[in-house]
């Protein structure tokens, strides 16, 4: 299926591991020409066209981050926001710095980017973006509160973008994975850790309360944003698409 990605300029925030990564990749492979973005100076290498190391929990990092990507290539066609930080914690041990610092990277990052990218598009008449919600944004984790907060936050954001800027050809719409076999689940300290006991214990556990009866890998959800991205999407708009093996049923 040919998706009509070739040349265009593909930025993808978080994008050195992970559901990022793997963003990244498939979009090289189609033909975009991607910008990379995340705290690691070492370039993924997965076929990016440019690399940007910067920390989006800073404000002015999303800003320079897109300025660079505007000099080296000259436009921006899509937006993929999908940096961003889960850990497990107690709702009423969390401190405000927490709140505060989990809302800077995982959502007001999205706002910076969103924000940058905005007049080129709006020039054109044309752009894609597609923001990396969770499962926990449809349906809060207890055990992840204001990971959950701020991932509910980006599926309104999304609409809000799909609703002022449908007009001027934008289409914004957010993805919402489960459990993925990535680094913040499976590595040390990830989140299987966090649970407590035993790390493959817990991550079978969580596997199994999904209905496909495992976690997701990180290509699944990456195919997902791709699509999302790509021309065969052109009608699709404002929505919040569920990539997490049936976790969050849907409500009638």
Known sequence: MELGLGDKVCVVTGSTAGIGREA????????????TAGRRTERPGV?????????????????????AALESLGR??????????????KFEDLLDEQWDDLWQLNVMSYVRTIRAVLPGMRD???????????TAGKRPSTGMPNYSVTKA???????LVADLYGKD??????????????EAWTGDGGLADQMGGDREENLQ?????????????????????????SDRAAYVTGAAW???????????
């Open 242 to 252: 569920s990539a997490d093996g049936g976790t969050v049923p849907i409500i009638i």
């Open 205 to 229: 556990k969580v596997a199994a309360g999904r209905p496909l009866g495992r976690l997701a890998e990180p290509w699944e959800i990456a195919s997902v944003i791709v699509f999302l991205c």
């Open 153 to 159: 936050a980006v599926l309104s954001l999304s609409r």
């Open 169 to 182: 050809g934008i289409r914004s719409n957010a993805v919402a994975p489960g459990p993925t076999a990535t």
């Open 124 to 134: 054109r008449g044309e752009g894609v973006i597609v923001n990396v919600s969770s």
């Open 24 to 35: 990244a990749r498939i979009l090289a492979e189609e033909g975009a020409r991607v910008v």
């Open 76 to 89: 921006v066609d899509c937006l993929v926001n999908n940096v961003g930080v889960a850990y497990q914690a």
């Open 47 to 67: 076929g990016e066209t440019l690399h940007v190391s910067c920390d989006l929990g800073e404000p002015g990092a999303a800003e320079t981050l897109i300025d």
